[in-house]
């Protein structure tokens, strides 16, 4: 039947239904969300959409290839009770419609919505989502991706979806919902990223920050210096167990030949990420983590090296020299190319955890000191940070950089990402700097998820506790009057990779955290958190066992 399928049942049919239904669960929590005593069902094995405006016609697509791509095609999933027949029979397709009275699902835009807002509405007359652009849109998908999931265990080949009559309009609370990725300590695939990426719209996420270089290893093609990526991916070995466990050694094995992305590679995730609204954003470290780029081109450090780059884990002493011109014209140079690579307004600049020690013994350093006035070497790298800022903003760019940017002293336009608790963060927005809130207390999440790993068979770690619930319990706006909230444009979570080498690892520290970053990034009024994890548990977990996701399972056990 190619017309949208409905049944209108009694009374009694629909509370029996009702309670066999049961409430839809939706994560992030949408800002209102009504069920209304009606059924709408659906093809088990094909739904037709309709795009009523041209510029939606891709989202289509996308949808599509986002709800037949399971992370790993033909495995189990890790629940028993949800089969991946699910995945192969039950929305192996979604199919283009031109007409708008067949279709299953109808899409449209209303300008009167904000950019991200959406109305999801299922009921007698079909199943619509209106969004103020392509973003809604795409948000409003996602959340019909999850009611779907939910409909669909039990049924069998052939027999119809029934989902219950809703009315949701959602809108984020903050424009910026990011997610880091480090393949610097350990590299990952082109197609694992696209996997990441993938997660992030699932969660309603919309920024990918790339950390791209850093002491063990430089992973972005520069065609000028192209010893950055021949040299400086590249690590004679690597630390075995815990940095503090100096018995351990090393593992004596070469790590990163081949290991960055090409301008090819940059360009196909960038198409990818686009596709799925969400902007990525470059870093590159700077004056700190430098070992890789020293490694390749030793000019650019204070000691002239050797250098080697980096085979453990911390913070190096040898940074770049800011007292040589040679380094500007090298950093210059390498953000021209990247500016080219990216269409970001923000590129980030690092700016955290930059010892000064070379700095206090170089007669370079020394001397741009007294030529500048500068009373400490720490002043040293405010004075590089404000130079690099007037570059990129010459190219129509602006900087991000960690908190640890603030005791170089800012400019207002400079954001500053505050990892170090949120007293960073907090100290930027009352200075009136615009914040990205990423602290270490809350989201960090290549930190331990219960509170006894060894006990729990928590895979290795950094150490550090972050649980699911402590995740969820962050407030943004803590401490900042009303006048000042306005400069806090956003939340991320960052997943460093020293000791994650897979990318099964990965998702495992990210699964399910990244729902209370969703919640807290997105949701302007929060539930409880027992209310938020029976949304977690029914819609999140149906969901990675559908796409064959890896996820913690110790909160789904009561373990924290």
């Known amino acids: 039947m190619d017309a949208l399928r409905k049944i209108l049942v009694s009374f009694s049919g629909i509370l029996a239904l009702a309670v066999q239904l049961g409430a839809v669960s939706i994560v992030p929590q949408p800002s209102e969300m009504k069920e209304t005593r009606m059924t709408v069902q659906l093809p088990s094995d094909r739904l037709s959409v309709y795009p009523a405006d041209r510029s939606l016609k891709p989202l289509v697509g996308v949808w599509a290839d986002f709800l037949r791509k399971p992370y790993s095609p033909g495995t189990e999933v890790l629940s028993t009770g949800f089969t991946r027949i699910v995945s192969e029979t039950v929305l192996p397709e979604v199919k283009l419609t031109g007409n708008e009275q067949k279709a299953d699902i109808c899409l449209y835009l209303d300008a009167s919505l904000a950019e991200e807002e959406y109305v999801l509405e299922a009921d007698m007359e079909g199943i619509s989502i209106t969004g103020g652009s392509s973003k809604g849109v795409w948000w409003g998908l996602q959340t019909m991706s999850q009611i779907l999931v939910q409909s669909a265990p039990g049924i069998s080949p052939g027999e119809p979806l029934t989902i219950p009559g809703l009315y949701i309009q959602d809108k984020p609370r903050f424009a910026y919902r990011g997610a880091h990725f480090d393949p610097c300590r350990h590299f990952f695939t082109v197609e694992e990223l696209k996997t990441f990426i993938d997660m992030m719209a699932l969660h309603k996420l919309n920024t990918l920050h790339w950390h791209l270089t850093d002491d063990q290893g430089w992973r972005l093609e520069i065609r000028k210096y192209p010893l950055l990526t021949e040299v400086g991916a590249v690590r004679s070995e690597t630390k075995i167990g815990s940095v503090n466990d100096t018995a351990a050694g090393f593992d004596g094995t070469p790590y990163g030949e081949g290991c960055y992305y090409t301008r090819k590679d940059v360009k196909e995730i960038l198409d990818y990420a686009s596709a799925r609204q969400i902007t990525v954003i470059p870093e590159i470290e700077m004056p700190g983590h430098a070992v890789a780029a020293l490694t ?99 190219k129509g760019r602006k900087i991000i950089g960690w908190d640890e940017i603030l005791e170089g002293g800012v400019t207002p336009t400079a954001t500053v990402m505050s990892w170090r608790g949120p007293s960073g963060g907090i100290k930027a927005a009352r200075q009136g700097n615009d914040v990205v809130m990423t602290p270490n207390s809350h989201f960090y999440l290549d930190y331990y998820q219960t509170a006894d790993p060894k006990a729990n068979g928590e895979p290795f770690g950094i150490g550090g506790y972050v649980s699911l619930r402590k995740a969820w319990s962050f407030d943004p706006y803590d401490q900042l009057d009303e006048d000042v909230r306005k400069h806090i444009k956003g939340v991320q979570a960052n997943t460093w990779t020293e000791y994650i080498a897979s990318f099964d690892h990965y998702q495992h520290m990210d699964l399910p955290r990244f729902a209370a970053l969703s919640e807290v990034s997105w949701s302007e009024d929060k539930t409880s958190y027992d209310d938020f994890l029976v949304r977690v548990t029914d819609s999140m977990k149906p969901m990675y066992e559908f796409f064959g996701y890896i996820y913690a399972p110790y909160v789904f056990e009561g373990i924290e």
């Open 296 to 394: 390749s081109y030793p000019w650019l450090g204070c000691t002239g090296g050797p250098y080697a780059v980096w085979t453990t884990w911390g913070v190096s002493d040898d940074v770049f020299c800011i007292g040589k011109e040679t380094t500007f014209s090298f950093l210059e140079d390498v953000l021209d190319e990247v500016c080219e690579m990216f269409p970001s307004e923000y590129i980030h600049i690092g700016g955290d955890e930059c010892p000064s020690v070379r700095w206090e013994t170089c007669p370079d350093c020394q001397k741009l000191m007294k030529a500048e006035g500068l009373e400490n070497e720490r002043q040293l790298q405010g004075y590089l940070l404000h130079r690099i800022e007037q570059y990129l903003n010459s």
